[in-house]
């Protein structure tokens, strides 16, 4: 999966992009799709970066199919912000 890698049974990604606004954006449109898939991120952003680790909590944190969709969905929205 393309940006994501797996690691310490948690998917982890960096997005960058051309500023803060840009990121803030990004994070909106996922918080919206992350509420509609009841899967919540642990992320941070610092200016341009926005950084995800995604496991699934339920399933004793490691990564599952939850977390391949979510990932799977942030990467389209990151697509189509490029």
């Known amino acids: 999966m ?3 890698k ?3 049974d948690t998917l982890k990604a960096t997005f960058e992009f051309d500023d ?8 909106t449109q996922v918080a919206i799709t992350a509420q509609s898939q009841n899967h919540h991120p642990t992320w941070t952003n610092t200016y341009n970066k926005v950084e995800f680790e995604l496991s699934t909590h339920d399933a004793g944190d490691v ?3 939850k ?8 990467n ?7």
């Open 2 to 4: 393309k940006n994501w």
């Open 6 to 8: 797996e690691s310490n």
């Open 20 to 27: 803060f606004v840009q990121a803030f954006g990004f994070m």
């Open 63 to 65: 990564v599952t199919e």
């Open 67 to 74: 977390d391949r969709k979510l990932a799977e969905s942030i």
């Open 76 to 82: 389209e929205i990151f697509d189509k912000m490029s």
